[in-house]
């Protein structure tokens, strides 16, 4: 394979090396996540956590909170001292131990488990992103980056596809002990790509320079984790205002959520004093990405929705009936022994209870059938699956339009993606009006559908703010804004679970996805807003 600098071809040779470390890691982390909420509420008879569907959205937006928080710590380091290699290396260490840890039963393992992938990611994440935009950054390239990008997020979604089948297969067949120990095992698989590929990848591997007036690393980091405990504390204690629907008087509706959020706030405001403190000439690129991370908050919000809200959705209202040829893909209920109520097939028994509760009467197996159901899990897979079809389609697109000098901006893209993704919510709406939820079953389409949707509006935004953060950073902090890019994920991804923990308020689910539409919307008029002054600080760095 040639070179990375070899300048006859479109893309840097490093790119399918990190292509396949993200795909395995990926892999992992999309296999656990996809399991998560799951293995959360199944008993503990069963293996699982046996927490209530409140607790389970709390600890799950807690954990892809934090997950998406600790990047900016990561950035700063890999920026700093340790390099973009070493990061990676240690964060996939770290989340690989983590995932097999969760295969370990215990609470206290659990976690601790938790905090291994929540640190692990924290290096891992922001810095195989910024290493791919250095190796972009070579003239022979620089015009393909957004393309790169694309190609670069195909690899997070084949592994985000294939993880949830074998997640299926392993909890179904043996247990959720061994489906998070294959997690495990994508992570170490992909850190062995990553060491293989090492000769094309270390050019893009170089510490950038402290300039006169930036802050030492020691202080950044004392100035930003001590606050963040301090204010952690602060939302946790304090109350609020009282009500039957919020006793305690949260803020947020969990001490949690008010501490993680109130956390949120000294990094917030490192990143408005980085701002102030930025030269003349770094000023509006800084500012801009930091207007652009508000704007994409509520997408996470609305976007990781699929591992909680939708999962439900899934397990409870989705017709997942299918043929008996994948059946190794599927859980079966015996309904014989459901009617003799076996205490060996509890689990069965609770998931043919669950799912029964508003299937017509016509369409229940008799006694002594059997009841195949496609794991609520596989439909995480269609969201991948539609980014694997689409990406090309997208690339291709976009390529036709620059051909064209057509081509809208990178910020152009952001706003094009957030309308998008507000528009799925409405394709859960009609889900939920073209349906008697008490006594029939979704079609699965329906939830097919709103991937589809959302996936377009993803590829217009997700990909597309890795590209801009690369575009705009000064070169010095752009492991750094990195992080504030997956700062901004982070606090989506906790309102993720304050969002989904209002599902079980609304008995009319289309008011939750009007909800969800609604505030997407209002972050996408935010952005267009922006667009005139985005697209005049892009042109400004000549891009």
């Known amino acids: 394979m040639a070179s990375q600098s070899t300048p006859n071809k479109k893309h840097p040779a490093g790119l399918p090396y990190l292509f396949f470390t993200e795909m395995w890691e990926r892999f992992g982390y999309y296999l656990m996540l996809g399991i998560f909420a799951l293995y959360m509420m199944d008993s503990v008879e069963n293996g699982g956590m046996g927490f209530t569907k409140q607790k389970k959205s709390d600890i799950y937006g807690t954990y ?45 393992v659990f976690y601790l488990s938790l905090l291994s992938i929540i640190l692990g990611n924290g290096f891992f994440k922001p810095n195989i992103s910024t ?38 297969y392993m909890r179904i067949n043996y247990g959720w002990g061994w489906a998070f120990a294959a997690a495990g095992v994508g992570m170490v698989l992909g850190l062995i790509i990553f060491l293989a590929g090492t000769r094309h990848i270390r050019e893009g591997d170089v510490l950038k320079p402290v300039q006169p007036g930036d802050l030492k690393t020691s202080h950044i980091l004392m100035g930003t984790l001590l606050p963040m405990l301090a204010f952690g504390l602060i939302g946790y204690f304090i109350k609020g205002i009282t009500s039957p629907e919020n006793p305690n008087g949260n803020i947020f509706g969990t001490d949690t959520n008010d501490a993680f959020l109130f956390g949120c706030i000294p990094v917030i405001l490192f990143f408005v004093v980085l701002l102030l403190k930025s030269s003349p000439e770094e000023k509006r690129p800084v500012g801009a990405l930091l207007s652009v991370y508000a704007c994409i908050v509520i997408f996470w919000a609305v976007f990781h929705q699929n591992g909680d809200a939708l999962t439900v959705w ?71 699956f539609w980014v694997i079809v689409l990406t090309p389609v997208i690339v291709g697109f976009f390529g036709f339009l620059r051909r064209r000098n057509l081509e809208p901006s990178t910020p152009s893209k952001i706003a094009i993606g957030l309308v998008i993704t507000a528009l799925s919510a409405l394709v859960m709406v009609a889900a939920v009006k073209s349906t008697n939820l008490a006594t029939e079953k979704a079609s699965s389409w329906w939830l097919i559908a709103a991937y589809g949707v959302i996936t377009v509006g993803e590829l217009c935004l997700s990909p597309m703010g890795l590209s801009l953060v690369s575009k705009l950073s000064p070169p010095r902090i752009t492991a750094l804004m990195m992080g504030g890019f997956f700062l901004s994920t982070s606090v989506g991804n906790k309102l993720s679970g304050v969002l989904s923990g209002m599902w079980e308020r609304y008995d009319d689910k289309s008011h939750f996805f009007l909800l969800n539409f609604a505030l997407v919307m209002a972050a996408a008029l935010m952005m267009l807003l922006l667009l005139r002054w985005l697209n005049k600080v892009m042109k400004e760095k000549n891009i």
């Not at 600790?70 to 890999?78: H, M, N, V």
């Not at 997020?153 to 299926?168: D, E, K, R, S």
């Not at 076996?342 to 043919?352: G, V």
């Open 131 to 168: 290493l791919l935009g250095n190796l972009y950054n070579n003239p022979a390239y620089i015009k393909n980056k957004d393309a790169g990008y694309n190609i670069f997020y195909a690899g997070i979604n084949i592994g985000a596809f294939f993880c949830n089948f074998v997640a299926a």
């Open 314 to 384: 899934a397990e409870e209202y989705t017709d997942r009936e299918m043929p008996a040829s994948i059946s190794r893909l599927m859980s079966s209920v015996d309904l014989a022994q459901v009617l003799r109520n076996d205490p060996s097939d509890a689990r069965s028994y609770a998931q043919y209870q669950k799912y029964a509760a508003n299937l017509p009467l016509e369409r229940q197996p008799p006694p002594g059938g059997e009841l195949k159901l496609v794991s609520a899990e596989l439909f995480q897979s269609v969201n991948p």
């Open 64 to 108: 892809i909170g934090l997950v998406y928080l600790t990047p900016f710590i990561g950035g700063l380091l890999a920026d700093r001292i340790l390099g973009y290699r070493k990061s990676i290396l240690i964060g996939g260490l770290l989340m690989a131990l983590g995932y097999f840890g969760l295969a370990v039963p215990g609470e206290s």
